[in-house]
RNA sequence: GGCGCAUUCGUCUAGUGGUCUAGGACGCCGGCCUCUCACGCCGGUAACACGGGUUCGACUCCCGUAUGCGCUACCA
C-alpha cells in the first residue's frame, strides 16, 4: 500500500476556528498513526475575503496545537497556471465547457424556477454548450467574461465509499453542471480541491460533514480526469450547545481564544479528538502518543457533537494539575508580568516565592489566565474587602477582639512555620470556644480580601510574619473606623 | 421544495441480535475530607425520538413518520 497521505485545507477567511482544528487533529492523527505524511494547503483562491493575516493565524494555530506538517506549504493562489492547465485538459477533451452566462442572467432563471416551484437547473438547457465555435469565437473577440463548466453525465449516478458514513450514492439528475472555473480566472473550490489532492498525492481525505453533498462533484471530476479517487471520510460537524452549527454567536470559536483564556494546547488537542471520536477504552485523558495510537477512522461518529465548554474546562484542570512546578510557572509568567506582579526578570528569590504560590494554587485553577486575580493578594495589599464577606464576617461580636488576640499572639511568635501558626491559631480558637473556622474566615478576610483561598496556615507563611501583622492591623483599622463592631 | 446524512442520559460517548434491569466521562444533586474554595474519595439523578415490520429474541437489521443538520452559489 502506498504512504499515506493527509491533508488539511483550510481557506483563511478567518482565524483557525474549533471545527477546523479537529478537521487538522484528525487527519494529522491519521497521517502520524500510519507513518504518513500530513501536508498543510491554504486555499485562498477567494482573494476578496482571503487574508495574510488569517494565513498567519491559522499558522500560529497550528503550531500552538504542534500539528506540524511535512513540505511546504502549498497555496492555491499561486498555482493559477496549474489549474489553468488542467482546465484546458477538460475544455479539449469536451468534458467542460465554457459558459458566457451572467450571474444575474443565471439568478434571473434561477428566482423565476423557484416562483413556479421548480428547480433551475443550467443543464437543462445548457444554453452555453450549445453555441458553435463561431459564436463562441464571437464572444471571445468581445472578451466577454465566460466560466468554465464541467459536463455532468445527463443519466446514470455517481457513488463512492466513505469511511465514515458508507456508501454514498447520488443520481446524476440530481447534479448539474458545475462551474469550475469562475469569470475572474480563479478556480472554483470544487476544481482546485481534485487537481491539488491529485498533484499531493493525497491518500485520504478527511474532512467535514458538510462536503459529503459535494464529495460526488469532486468525484465526477476524478473521473474526467480519469484520476484515482482517494478514500474519503468525512467527520460530524461541531454544534453549539444549542445544536446549531458552531459560529461565532456561540462565543469562542478560533483557537486563539482559547489560548488567551488560559486553555492548554494539550487540553483543547485532547477534548477535540474525542470529539466525534472515541477510542475502544473509557480513558479520555490521553497523551499525543496514546492518541496516535489509538486513532483510527472505525472509530469516527456520524453524530454531530455539542462543543461542551464545561467539560473542556474540566480536561484543562487535569492537565494544568499534571504540569510540574517549573511548567507551571513558565507559562504563568507572562501573565504575572503583565499583571505586573512580577518584574522582566524576576530574581531567583522572586521565582521559589512564586512558584511556592503556584503550587497552592494549581488544583484550583481551571484556566491560566486565574492566576493573577487568584494570586494577586500575594503580591499587594488587597485594595478592597469583598463586601459581602465583610457583612458576614466582620460584623459579628467579638471579632474585634480576635483579631487583637490573634495579632498579638502571632507577633510573638519566633518560628513562622505552617505547624506553628496552626497550633496557635487552634488554641486561640480552643481559649474562645469557638470552632477554628470562626476564628480562621475573619482572617482570611483581612489577609486575602476575600472568603476563598488556598489554606490559611499556607498562605500566611508564604506571607510572612510581617505582611500578616500589618493586613491584621489594617483589618481592625478598617472594622473601627467603619463602627462594623455592634456597640 | 429536491437530494443527502443523522437520531443512546442535559452534553461527549460505549454498545455492532441475547452478556443491557444500557456502561464510562462532564455537568448536576447528596455525603466524606475540611479553616473557605479547589483537588480527592463515596453515592445518586438521568437516555435507546416515534410507529410498523423481520426474528424465538431488537438499542442493535428493514420500512415509514418526526425532528435536526448539510448540499442545492461564478463561497469554501
Known sequence: MSQVRTRFAPSPTGY??????????????????????????????????????????????MRWLS???????????????IYQKHLDELLAAGKAYKCFCSKETLDRKRRSAADKKKDFRYRDERTCYHLSSAEIAGLEAQNAPCAIRLKVPESGET????????????????????II??????????????????????THVIRGEDHLSNTPKHVLLYNAFAWSVPTFAHVPLILGPDKRRLSKRHGATAVGQYETSGYMPEALRNFLSLLGWAPGEDREILTLDELVREFSLTGISKKSAVFDERKLEWMNCQYIMQLSLGQLYDLALP???????????????ERSYVMRILELLQPR?????????????????PTQYDEKSVSKLWTKPGVLEQLTRLYSDLASMDEFTIDAIEGVVRRLAEELEV?????????????????????????????????VLSRIRRAMEYIE???????
Open 16 to 61: 483557525l476556528h474549533v471545527g477546523g482544528a479537529r478537521t487538522a487533529i484528525f487527519n494529522w492523527l491519521f497521517a502520524r498513526s500510519h507513518g504518513g505524511q500530513f501536508l498543510l494547503r491554504i486555499e485562498d483562491t477567494d482573494t476578496e475575503r482571503s487574508g495574510e493575516d488569517m494565513v498567519a493565524a491559522i499558522i500560529a494555530g
Open 67 to 81: 500539528l506540524d506538517w511535512d513540505e511546504e506549504i502549498v497555496h492555491q493562489s499561486a498555482r493559477l497556471d
Open 159 to 178: 457513488a463512492f465509499e466513505d469511511e465514515v458514513y458508507g456508501r454514498i450514492v447520488v443520481r446524476h439528475t440530481q447534479l448539474d453542471d458545475l
Open 181 to 202: 472555473r469562475r469569470s475572474d480566472g480563479f478556480p472554483t473550490y470544487h476544481f482546485a480541491v481534485v487537481v491539488d489532492d491529485h498533484l499531493m498525492r493525497i
Open 335 to 349: 501573565r504575572l508580568q503583565e499583571a505586573g506582579f512580577l518584574p522582566d526578570s524576576p530574581s531567583d528569590q
Open 365 to 381: 485553577l481551571k484556566r491560566l489566565n486565574e492566576v493573577d486575580e487568584r494570586s494577586a493578594y500575594f503580591f499587594s495589599e
Open 435 to 467: 470552632g477554628a473556622g470562626k476564628v480562621i474566615q475573619p482572617l482570611r478576610l483581612a489577609l486575602t480580601g476575600g472568603s476563598v483561598s488556598p489554606g490559611i496556615f499556607e498562605v500566611m507563611t508564604l506571607m510572612g510574619q510581617e505582611t
Open 481 to 487: 473606623k467603619n463602627h462594623l463592631q455592634a456597640v
